[in-house]
């Protein structure tokens, strides 16, 4: 006879753990209300997952014997010596005030970047934010790799990316009401696996099924045909990547010539449209033929096809993550403001479906628990993609949003729950870049490449091993993470590990606000978070009946089934907060930045690398680099599920068969994948499911270089970042461009060098 079940919940879903007489967890099962379960997190309780915990505190030796920033050149290339946890603590708390009384607070980076934990309080990138906060404030980032030129784009000419997933049109909405889809970079499942905070009911597969069941048209817009899967037909438009704004342009310049746009919606609803409209001469099918590869007839038919029905217009984030990734999601925008369908059910527009299991949810949105991070008195900021930028030119100026900024001098990184070997791009440069910092701190539970180039590194515990409260945007439970096992090693909480320099440092009472553990804590941010969702029409039970069942529901009503409905019925009544109070179509404010890379409506700007650029002609392929379908970003990438999809250890790279064949590669080759800026191996995967002249080689294999005191070794292991390039996607937003990049890839016929990305570090004595 078993233990009784508790849950548990991760960024991918919701988990029952199964224990055994002894009270030992023994594994993990699907939740059982989950109509569509990920699989990623079965296997956290494996012991191929523990293997690589990081189980004491570990300090590069030289570091330990020489101090801040000795032999920085060397990080990722020496061993550690593994230390008690007072002398680690003494340590950091030491080093974190000698950098603030002689360099000052603006000279210490934190916030990280991850996904971390599912749990609203042992979060670590708000734990870490909260503890540099009392200690006197750091240089934080803003935005995210996911959305860096959509976050700042987006609240100009709509609203904030936030406001706008949570208020997506529910899927049973577009079901009853759409007649036709169109998207741009599909609707891929894989992706929406996840949600931020957590997913509990995954409804993206059963969407779209019962759209295509009622009898929707999809038109998928892509270079990969397999990211949308209805069940059933879809049209694929196999287009060149980057270039969808040029198609979307085009789609308009139909809509426009011959009078089929919707001009009472115009005129009501958006602002700037006699600007824009006079640049859509010569924006002609036949125009966008030549850039995008798409026959000119088949856009003029869509064009009348999407005008003369109930349209929904959707675009992939993959699309932002470009050299000036705001023009797509701005040509969208545009596009659906033509047709005049927004507000009403069934049209509009998605930025986008598919991204996370969030949009289209039909649940109530409420508000969850929150831990309070304070004030952060320094100002200096980066726009997150601009890491190695910061390290590498302090002083150095850069334009963001319309204003000018200058890189600190940053001297102690402190990083918690995420890998910037995997988020970053052109990983070479930020090896370079990582010599910089004197010192760099690290909380992790696995020895990560990021975890392997720290000097100091503290071991954290992961979600099986503490109590706290699962909660996700538009999810309609609230999952009780009960502590299922003791910590593995020496392995502590992110927040006691702070509380413990808090003390240290003596901002202990600030940093605890009189809560006496992470109990105490999780109980006040619920009632916290009750009192708020009440005010929202949301009923939540009281934290002890909440934990004493495992499980909470959030009842109240949906009462946005419609994005931008009210918008539509009242513009007056229901302003958005964009400078006019309408949807901009052309943004005076914008315009008035004056940036050559970003005027100030929608338009196709030649990207500095892509299929008819003349860099192709060295590099004629596109490389894409998606997010992978075996796990969340590079979490769990030494888990059984991810190292299953993996040939010859190590990650796939999806090529046309006709383009394996003029390269003599055959399915399972290893591939050797390269430009100017670096080389990886990979493993062929033929398909005819991706547009001749474009690969995709999926983020998330641990970066491997092989020769780790080289400027450009070769990466073992198939980490697309090993390639990719390393500016900003305009002066507006600074975001990443990881999907505009040209490759050529040859068969590799010597020696396969053995991944060593999933072992342990070398440690050390004394």
């Avoid at 494996?46 to 920033?69: F, N, T």
């Avoid at 009750?530 to 009923?539: E, F, L, N, Y």
């Avoid at 983020?699 to 020769?707: I, R």
Wanted: proline share 6%.
């Amino acid at each position: 006879m078993t233990h009784q079940r508790t849950l548990t919940a991760a960024h991918w879903g919701v988990y029952e753990v199964e224990y055994d007489e002894a009270g030992k967890p023994t594994k993990l099962h699907p939740f059982s209300k989950d109509p569509d379960p990920s699989p990623i997190g079965l296997h956290m309780l494996s012991d191929e997952v523990a293997r690589l915990r990081v189980l004491r505190p570990a300090i590069r030796k030289s570091w330990l014997e020489k101090g801040p920033g000795a032999n920085s050149d060397k990080r990722g290339q020496e061993p550690f010596v593994e230390v008690p946890w007072d002398e680690a603590l003494d340590l950091v708390a030491g080093e974190l005030k000698r950098v603030r009384e002689t360099h000052g607070n603006s000279a210490i980076f934190g916030g990280s970047y991850g996904w971390s934990s599912a749990g609203r309080f042992h979060h670590a990138q708000s734990q870490v934010k909260r503890f540099l906060n009392c200690y006197g404030g750091f240089v934080r980032h803003m935005d995210s790799y996911s959305l860096g030129a959509a976050r700042v784009l987006m609240p100009h000419i709509v609203a904030t990316m936030e406001e706008l997933m949570a208020m997506h049109t529910r899927w049973e909405t577009l079901a009853e009401h759409c007649k036709l889809f169109v998207t741009f970079g599909g609707v891929p499942r894989k992706n929406a696996q996840i949600n931020a905070g957590g997913a509990t009911l995954h409804h993206v597969k059963g969407g779209l099924f019962k759209m295509r069941e009622q009898g929707v048209r999809f038109v998928n817009v892509t270079p990969t045909g397999d990211d949308l899967d209805n069940g059933g037909d879809v049209e694929w438009l196999a287009i060149r990547p980057n270039t969808d704004a040029a198609m979307m342009l085009a789609l308009c310049h139909v809509l426009w010539t011959e009078k089929l746009y919707d001009r009472a919606f115009l005129d009501r609803c958006t602002v700037g449209f006699d600007k824009f409209a006079p640049t859509l001469e010569g924006k002609t099918p036949e125009w966008a033929e030549k850039i995008t590869g798409i026959p000119a007839s088949r856009i003029r038919s869509l064009a009348r096809e999407m005008a003369a029905t109930r349209t929904t217009v959707s675009i992939g984030w993959s699309l932002q993550r470009s050299h000036h990734g705001e023009q797509p999601f701005w040509a969208l925008i545009t596009l659906a403001c033509m047709l005049g369908q927004i507000g009403l059910p069934g049209g509009g527009f998605g930025v986008g479906y598919g991204p996370v299991n969030l949009m289209g949810s039909n649940h109530a949105r409420y508000s969850g628990p929150t831990l309070p991070q304070g004030t952060n008195p320094v100002k200096d900021f980066i726009p997150v993609a601009r890491f190695t930028d910061m390290l590498l030119h302090p002083g150095q100026s850069f334009d963001y949003n319309g204003a000018r900024h200058k890189y600190p001098d940053i001297r102690f990184v402190y990083w918690a729950g995420g890998n910037p070997y995997h988020h970053h791009q052109d990983l070479n440069r930020l090896r370079q870049a990582w010599r910089k910092p004197e010192t760099i701190v690290f909380h992790e539970q696995f020895w990560t490449p990021a975890a392997k180039m720290a000097d100091i590194v503290l071991p954290a515990t992961v979600s099986l091993e503490r109590d706290d409260i699962g909660y996700g945007t538009r999810e309609p439970y609230l999952i009780a993470m009960k502590k299922a096992r003791a910590p593995l090693g020496e392995s502590r909480d992110d927040y006691d590990i702070f509380h413990a320099l808090a003390q240290r440092l003596g901002v202990a009472d600030q940093h605890s606000e009189g809560h006496k553990d992470a109990k105490d804590w999780m109980a006040h941010l619920y009632e916290e978070a009750r009192q708020k969702s009440a005010k929202a029409g949301v009923t939540l039970p009281a934290f002890d009946a909440f934990w004493e069942a495992g499980i909470a529901e959030a009842k109240g009503e949906n009462r946005d089934p419609v994005m931008l409905a009210k918008f539509r019925e009242d513009p007056a009544k229901n302003p958005l907060k964009t400078p006019s109070g309408k949807i901009e179509i052309f943004s005076e404010k914008i315009a008035s930045f004056g940036y050559d890379d970003c005027p100030g409506h929608a338009t196709w700007i030649e990207p500095i690398e892509w299929l008819g650029a003349k860099t192709a002609e060295r590099y004629p392929l596109h490389m894409l680099s998606d997010q992978p379908a075996d796990k969340l970003h590079s979490q769990l990438d030494h888990s059984p599920h991810s190292r299953a999809t993996k040939i010859k250890g190590r990650q796939p790279i999806t090529l046309h068969p006709d383009d394996a064949t003029a390269r003599g590669i055959a399915a399972g080759d290893l591939v050797r994948v390269f430009n100017d800026r670096g080389a990886c191996l990979a493993a062929a995967r033929l398909s005819d499911r991706i547009r001749r002249g474009v690969v995709r080689l999926s983020t998330g294999a641990w970066f491997d270089p092989a020769d780790a005191g080289s400027n450009r070794p070769l990466e073992k292991h198939g980490n697309p970042n090993a390639l990719t390039l390393d500016i900003g996607a305009s002066k507006l937003s600074q975001g990443c461009i990881a999907q505009t990049c040209l490759v050529e890839i040859e068969r590799y016929d010597g020696p396969a060098p053995v991944v060593t990305a999933h072992q342990l570090p070398a440690f050390a004595g004394r």
